[in-house]
């Protein structure tokens, strides 16, 4: 498996053919590719051969953010910066919510693709059709060379690009064989952010649980203790904890996997779920709770921002399991918490699984 569908030098991606580039593209998409979704490539294909014609660097296409479960249309790399580019091909307006994935997209890049921490971050949404661009280069307030996003059409692209490359002059050249290869890594600033926010929430608000509080502070000091007791020993250990529908498994899962967030002590963990619902929920709850809480004290935090740090410990399973399919070192994390495992496959059907997945790239 490929964390992309398509890479190439800028050079070589202008010469190649529309047609080639598109039949290389979905040679690599694992799922059917419909006309609408060819043409939008196509339009994409085009606009971008404009705003990169004369420059050296290296495009992905459908880029894979790690564990994530996310695929941005283009990453352009020039120099020291990284384009994060979406496009919205037939329309005329720049939508909220489409200014928001396309910051999520540089957030999560930034936040948890290991080369991204360093990079210059633009984040790009080009609605093909839109009458007027805005663009203004602008950072952060963090100083984390992220920057707050352009607003461009089809037209102006070439001039983002150009513009910034200016404003950023002189920074380090991002090796793109590098880029590609990059681990997931939670920034310390994420992990930090996540133990205040779950250490400041009282979970229980967001998941019932009918179980005594004794229980679960004996649960959890117990599977804490084999963990430390993993650790030293340099041993691999699993743990299995049982109950009925409300007894609080998954608050035991939760208050197990943050706290053990300490990166410098090597207690890095993550609460994985294949329940998509259950993780959405979760996250959500979480990072409305720290936005409320922040306007409590006067500070503006956003929803996006906030649900940041929720990523960093609670993950989809599925998303988890694919990035390190591509990615041959062992996980980031030392200790992985699954909800639900009750639901898993048992080896021979995983194995037949993964034996199509391999099949099918």
Not at 41 to 60: D, H, R
Not at 134 to 154: A, V
Not at 171 to 194: D, L
């Amino acid at each position: 498996m490929l964390n992309y569908y398509f890479k190439d030098t800028l050079e070589s991606f202008i010469q190649k053919s529309t047609e080639e580039i598109i039949g290389s593209i979905t040679l690599s998409n694992l799922f059917d590719s419909t006309l609408f979704q060819n043409k939008a490539w196509k339009e994409q294909i085009e606009i971008l051969k404009n705003a990169v014609t004369g420059y050296k660097g290296i495009i992905f296409f459908e880029f894979s953010i790690p564990r994530m479960g996310k695929r941005v249309d283009a990453i352009v790399i020039i120099d020291n910066i990284v384009f994060v580019i979406e496009f919205k091909v037939g329309e005329n307006k720049f939508l909220a919510y489409q200014i928001e994935q396309v910051w999520d997209y540089a957030l999560d890049l930034k936040n948890f693709h290991k080369p991204s921490h360093k990079a210059v971050i633009v984040p790009i949404l080009v609605a093909t059709e839109a009458k007027n661009s805005f663009i203004e280069i602008s950072t952060t307030s963090h100083d984390d060379n992220l920057i707050l996003p352009i607003k461009t059409n089809r037209g102006d692209l070439q001039f983002v690009i150009k513009n910034t490359l200016v404003f950023f002059q002189g920074k380090e050249i991002i090796n793109g064989e590098v880029y590609e290869k990059g681990s997931y890594a939670p920034t310390p600033t994420i992990v930090e952010a996540a133990v205040s926010l779950y250490n400041n929430h009282s979970v229980e608000d967001i998941t019932r649980s009918d179980a005594e509080a004794i229980n679960l502070t004996k649960t959890t000091s117990a599977i804490s203790e084999i963990i430390h007791s993993a650790k030293n020993e340099s041993k691999k250990i699993i743990c299995f904890v049982t109950g009925v529908p409300g007894a609080g498994k998954t608050l035991v899962g939760l208050k197990v996997a943050t706290s053990h967030l300490d990166e410098e002590k090597g207690n890095q963990s993550v609460y994985l779920s294949g329940n998509a619902p259950l993780v959405a929920i979760l996250q959500e709850a979480l990072a409305r709770d720290k936005v409320r809480r922040e306007a409590e004290h006067g500070n503006k935090v956003k929803k996006g921002e906030a649900k940041q740090a929720v990523k960093s410990f609670i993950q989809i399973i599925h998303h988890y399991r694919d990035a390190y399919l591509i990615n041959p070192e062992p996980p980031y994390d030392h200790v992985a918490i699954f909800d639900e495992a009750q639901r898993v496959w048992n080896k021979e059907q995983i194995i037949k699984f993964m034996k199509q997945k391999k099949e099918s790239t």
